[in-house]
């Protein structure tokens, strides 16, 4: 399924420029809860210390935590 936003664009990983999966969100952001640091998680998961930050902060991906 084709996730969509308000404004008709995709989003999430149903995007079709989006590097991780809505489960690799979550587990990010389960690890950050934990004490990873934003390097690491960046590391791990392939992705920009910034794209790691607005994961976990929520500034992105917010379609992740309805899944």
Known sequence: MIRRAPSGHRCG???QKAKLTDEQV???RRLS???TGYRKLAKLFGCG???ARDIVT???RHSACLA
Do not use: A, W
């Open 26 to 28: 979550i587990e990010m």
């Open 33 to 35: 809860g934990e004490g």
């Open 58 to 60: 929520y500034r992105t």
């Open 13 to 15: 990983e149903s995007h």
């Open 49 to 51: 210390q910034s794209t």
